[in-house]
């Protein structure tokens, strides 16, 4: 789950049921990669302070599958 969306200062996502290295990619509506993290973490704060207002999408890699999902930050 990522939460709060939307959002103004930071997203938290939340990967249940995660075992190993996670991926996660934010990209700009263009598909510019703004961000690429890896972490074997199953809860992650991503800072969004810096970002322009607007939708990215935000990409996660886990246990060999794939998950893009919208975010809006205000």
Do not use: C, M, R, W
């Amino acid at each position: 789950s990522i939460y709060p969306n939307p959002a103004s200062d930071f997203v938290t996502i939340d990967l249940l049921n995660s075992n190993g290295l996670n991926t996660i990619v934010l990209t700009d509506t263009k598909g510019a990669i703004i961000l690429t993290e890896q972490t074997s973490e199953s809860t992650i704060k991503l800072a969004l302070q810096d970002l322009n207002n607007g939708l990215y999408f935000l990409t996660i890699q886990s246990n060999g599958k794939y998950v893009t999902s919208k975010i809006i930050k205000q």
